[in-house]
C-alpha cells in the first residue's frame, strides 16, 4: 500500500506490498516473499530473474539498465560477506530488495532524489538505474557501505547516483530535493523529525513499509498531517 500524508504541500508516502504474485517463469513468488532458485543451479539465471520481476510490475526497462542492476545484486554477494551488508538471501535478493525499490517508481516526484540511510543501495541505486534522468543521492553514515556504494556506480557505469557518507541530521545540501527515499531506516514519526530539515513545500517523501502503518499514522496525524492510503500492487 502507500500512504500519503501532506502537511501543507509535503507529501509522505509509505508504500510497500509486492510478492503476492503467481509463479512465472521460473521465480516462486508467494505471499511475503520472492524466491528465487538456488544461485549456482541450472534453474537459476539473474538476468531471467530481474527480467521477469521487472515485466511483472509492468516495467519496460532497456537491457543495459537491468544489467547494472545485475552487476549491483553480484557484488553486494561479494562484498557481503565482509562488510554484512544484508541479512537477505542471495536467492531472494531480486524480490526482497530489487523488485521492492522499484516499486516506488510511480510515486517520485521532480529530478532530485535523496535516498536517505541508503545501506545497500535500495532504493536509490536500482531507481537510478531504471531513470537515468534522475540525480540520486544515497545517503548513508557508514564509511564502509558508502565505499561499497561508489564502487557499484563507478563500476556499473551509474553517473547519475552520488554516494555521500553522513548522517542525515547533519546533511545539508546546496539545492533541495524533490523527493526523499526512505527504506527501513525508523518508524514515520522518527522519519518525519530527522529529516524536518530538509522539508519544503513540494517535497515528497516516500517510506517504504511491509504492512499498513496505522499506528504510526495516527501519531503523525496528531501533528495536522493528512493521510490517503493507496494500493499500489
Given amino acids: 500500500v502507500a500512504v500519503q500524508l501532506a502537511e501543507s504541500r509535503t507529501g509522505v508516502f509509505p508504500s510497500r506490498g509486492l510478492y503476492r ?3 512465472v517463469a521460473g521465480l516462486r513468488l508467494g505471499s511475503g516473499r520472492c524466491r528465487n532458485p538456488v544461485i549456482g543451479s541450472p534453474r537459476y539465471s539473474l538476468a531471467a530473474a530481474i527480467a521477469v520481476g521487472c515485466e ?3 516495467l519496460t526497462l532497456e537491457e543495459s539498465a537491468r544489467a547494472k542492476m545485475q552487476h549491483h545484486l553480484e557484488l553486494l554477494q561479494k562484498w557481503n560477506r565482509r562488510l554484512n551488508l544484508t541479512a537477505v538471501a542471495p536467492e531472494e535478493m531480486v524480490g526482497r530488495h530489487l523488485l521492492d525499490s522499484l516499486s516506488v517508481l510511480p510515486w517520485l516526484s521532480g529530478e532530485r532524489v535523496l535516498d536517505v540511510g541508503s545501506g545497500a543501495g535500495f532504493p536509490g541505486l536500482p531507481v537510478a538505474c ?3 534522468g534522475l540525480q540520486v543521492a544515497l545517503l548513508d553514515r557508514r564509511r564502509r557501505r558508502v565505499e561499497f556504494l561508489r564502487h557499484v556506480c563507478a563500476s556499473a557505469g551509474v553517473g547519475n547516483d552520488k554516494p555521500l557518507a553522513c548522517r542525515v541530521e547533519d546533511y545539508r545540501p546546496e539545492e533541495n530535493f524533490d523527493t526523499l527515499l526512505v527504506r527501513a531506516l525508523a518508524p514515520l514519526p522518527e522519519i518525519v523529525r530527522l529529516t524536518r530539515h530538509l522539508h519544503y513545500p ?3 517523501l516516500v517510506a517504504l513499509k511491509g504492512r499498513e502503518p496505522h ?8 501533528h495536522g498531517f ?3 492510503v493507496v494500493a499500489t500492487h
Fill in 21 to 23: 504474485l503467481a509463479s
Fill in 215 to 222: 499506528d504510526e499514522l495516527a501519531l503523525i496525524d496528531d
Fill in 56 to 58: 511483472t510490475l509492468g
Fill in 226 to 228: 493528512e493521510s490517503r
Fill in 202 to 204: 513540494g517535497l515528497r
Fill in 130 to 132: 531504471a531513470r537515468s
